[in-house]
Each structure stands twice: as structure tokens, then as C-alpha cells.
């Protein structure tokens, strides 16, 4: 017999991938442009032109059996060395070539980082609504995902955050810009949540560990600034993806970046290159990490995002919806009058509208919207959701 947690994490397709799989066969009957698809966080911009450059570059100026062939386990010291460099030259000098470790994308990143910190049992803490596979992630790790709920605004509660806390509680993951709401934590609340972590830690004398999870970092609207955990906690794991801010989901590539004045630094490096070697997450593609290199701090044309926010948000703010306006990521959480996601996911997918339901996230009663799509396709949409509209707001 097949291991049966794998058996059905490998049945039971995520929420937002088997609504994005629906939207294909959707596509095959429908036709294209019927199909109103915000289901996947997939930017819809390509990489930035100096990508390509890059890459042509290595591929005609490198050596092809280095370019292509095994790194260090842990990542190429070269690349280590840039990524390093510019996370010192950016945000402050945390780290050398030797916290760092090359992952495919946020997933492997963030996987290998629960893995090398928590034990069996221990307990992970994420602010809710969150990033749905976090809870196999934590799973994965032997921990329990547990949601701490935010405020109306989906901003940090420090007093839920506190009832939170147990001898158990080993990591506090930060998503922020969060993906599903938006919201960008700012420094004052994120003073307060390491305050508690510290207390927390003194009192049981066992680290808590602060790790951002950090694909959205550059997708920020209006001049916002996403505060850089290593400057405000110390055992701090920084989890970075390129997926969504050079446009490369598909080629999987991101780092783990550990502060160098951790609590037992020197162990934890060691125990995330052993979770690494253990889950089969070594040598992230090579020529992808030569490319990144070159690439840091550098962003596909996100201005279509905020255009797109803001066409999507006036429209529907207009037809009577609920939303937040967010202040980063791609994504808008909206609250569905009614009250039941699930329902007005199913009723939305009717008019061609593909929204994942919120409860996956951890709350009730929104859906989520990515708005990295063509502003064409927004366009078509609306009269999709003036319908969904009028279904709810003349009380059915
Ligand atoms: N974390 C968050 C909050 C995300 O939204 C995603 C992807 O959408 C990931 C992690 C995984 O990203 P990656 O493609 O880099 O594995």
C-alpha cells in the first residue's frame, strides 16, 4: 500500500489548483474569453527584458558543463556571495555567503526551514487568512499549523498573537505582503509581535523563531515599505522567492537566508542543509541561480498590478462589494454578501468567474481574487461580476 498521507495530500488537489484546472476544461468549452480566471497567483507579466539578456549571456559566455551541471548542495558560493551581498547592502549586514541556501522558490524554501526547526509535535503560528500549504508544510515538518486570527483589517492582533503562544510554539511564519489580503505589515505592529516572541522565549526558555515568508517583498503599492525582519528579531529566517517578482514561477528558484546572530546559528544552517539533503531539496537549478545573481532587487513591469488593483477595487466597490483595498501582492479578498464562500464561488463559476473561496484560507466568508491577469480579461469580467452583484444585493 502507498503511504496514505501522500496518497490523499496527491487525491485532494488544493482549492485554488482544482479551480484553476476547472477554468482549463472551462477555457476547452467555452472558449477563452468566457472564462474569467483570478484563481492562481501566475503573474501574467513576463520576466523583466534583462532576463533574457542574462540568460543569453551565460548560455554564450559560460562554461556549459559548469552551467549545467551540479552546484554545491547548498547552492553555488558565487550566487550565495551576490545574494548575500545584497541582502547587507540593502537591509542591513545579517548575513554571509554561509546563511544562505539556494531553494526552488518559497515552497522548498520554507518546507527545509520548518523541517530543520521544529520537532515532532511542535507548534507553528501563521496570522490568518494565510497561504493554505503552509499546513502541509508544517505537516511535512512533524508540527501543527495553528491561525492566529488578525483584526477587521487583516492586520496583526498582538494580543491574539499572545493567547497563541505555548510551550509548544517553535515558529511564527509572516507573510507580508500577504497573500491572500494584501495587507503589509507595518514596523510599529511587527515591534510588538517580536517584543512578545522575546518574552515568550525568556519565560520558556526555548526560541520562538520569526520566519518571513517573503515571494511578494518588491509588489508594493504607493511607495510602501515592507519592514526587513533581521533589522527587529534575531533567531530570523527570511524565506525569498523570484517566482512572482521576476515573473518565474515555473522555474523554481528562491534562497533561504538565516540571520547570522541566531540563536545557535552555526546548528541551524547545519539542520537546514540536513533537511535539505533529507527532502531531496539540493542544488536548486543551476543556471536559474547564475541568473538570479545577476537579477537581485530587479522586477518584472508591476505597474500593470496597480492599474489593475485599482480598475479592479473601483469596480467593485461601485457594484456594492466589500473589499480592503491592498497595499501589496496580487490579490484581493473580498467579502461575498451571504456570508458562504463556497456558494458564491460555485454561483460566480456559473457566470464564467473563477474566485477561490476563502475557507481554505483559514477564514470564512471572503473569496480571493488574483489580479496578476491581462487588464483585457478584468475588462470582459465586469459584467460577469455586476451579475454576481445583482443576484446578491436585490436579496436574491
Ligand atoms: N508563499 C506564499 C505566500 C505564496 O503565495 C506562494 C505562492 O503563491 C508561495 C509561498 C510559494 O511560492 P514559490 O512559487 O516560490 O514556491
Known amino acids: 500500500m502507498a503511504n496514505k498521507r501522500y496518497v490523499q495530500l496527491g487525491k485532494v488537489r488544493s482549492v485554488i489548483r482544482e479551480l484553476f484546472e476547472y477554468g482549463n476544461r472551462l477555457r476547452a468549452e467555452r472558449g477563452d474569453d468566457k472564462v474569467y480566471d ?3 497567483g501566475n503573474p501574467s507579466v513576463p520576466p523583466p ?7 543569453k549571456d551565460l548560455i ?38 554561509d546563511d544562505i541556501y539556494m531553494t526552488c ?18 507548534e507553528v503560528l501563521s496570522f490568518s487568512p494565510y497561504f493554505p ?73 526555548s ?31 527570511v524565506c525569498y522567492s523570484f517566482s512572482k517578482s521576476l515573473s518565474l514561477p515555473g522555474e523554481r528558484i528562491g534562497y533561504i537566508a538565516l540571520n547570522r546572530e541566531a540563536e545557535g546559528r552555526e546548528d541551524v544552517y547545519a539542520a537546514v542543509c540536513g533537511a535539505g539533503r533529507a527532502l531531496g531539496y539540493v542544488c536548486a537549478p543551476s543556471m536559474l541561480q547564475y541568473a538570479v545573481a545577476k537579477l537581485l532587487g530587479k522586477t518584472s513591469d508591476i505597474s500593470v498590478y496597480a492599474r489593475n488593483r485599482q480598475r479592479l477595487c473601483t469596480a467593485l466597490t461601485s457594484m456594492g462589494f466589500k473589499v480592503i483595498q491592498p497595499r501589496g501582492a496580487f490579490y484581493i479578498f473580498m467579502q461575498c454578501p451571504g456570508g458562504d464562500a463556497e456558494e458564491f464561488s460555485q454561483r ?13 484560507f483559514g477564514c470564512r466568508g471572503y473569496v480571493r481574487l488574483a489580479y496578476c491577469v491581462s487588464p483585457g480579461m478584468i475588462e470582459r469580467s465586469l459584467p460577469a461580476f455586476s451579475a454576481l452583484a445583482a443576484h446578491y444585493m436585490s436579496g436574491k
Open 38 to 40: 483570478f484563481s492562481l
Open 49 to 55: 527584458e534583462e532576463f533574457n539578456a542574462v540568460l
Open 60 to 97: 554564450e559566455n559560460s562554461d556549459p558543463v559548469a552551467l549545467h551541471g551540479y552546484t554545491s548542495a547548498q547552492g553555488a558560493l558565487p550566487v550565495r556571495k551576490a545574494v548575500a551581498d545584497y541582502i547587507n547592502g540593502n537591509f542591513g549586514d545579517h548575513v554571509t555567503a
Open 105 to 122: 522558490g518559497a515552497a522548498a524554501a520554507l518546507t527545509i526551514s520548518l523541517c530543520a526547526l521544529c520537532e515532532e509535535g511542535d
Open 133 to 205: 500549504e503552509y499546513s502541509v508544510f508544517a505537516a511535512t515538518a512533524g508540527a501543527k499549523l495553528v491561525p492566529v486570527p488578525t483584526d477587521e483589517n487583516f492586520d496583526i492582533d498582538a494580543e491574539a498573537l499572545r493567547a497563541a503562544l505555548t510551550n509548544k510554539t517553535r515558529v511564527l511564519i509572516v507573510n507580508s505582503p500577504n497573500n491572500p489580503t494584501g495587507v503589509v505589515y507595518g514596523e510599529e505592529k511587527l515591534r510588538a509581535v517580536c517584543d512578545i516572541l522575546r518574552q515568550h522565549s525568556a519565560s520558556t526558555g
Open 207 to 237: 526560541t520562538v523563531w520569526l520566519l518571513s515568508d517573503e515571494p511578494y517583498r518588491e509588489l508594493v503599492f504607493g511607495g510602501e515599505r515592507v519592514p526587513y525582519v533581521m533589522n527587529l528579531y534575531k533567531s530570523s529566517i
Open 348 to 360: 460566480a463559476k456559473q457566470l464564467g468567474l473563477l474566485l477561490v473561496p476563502g475557507d481554505g
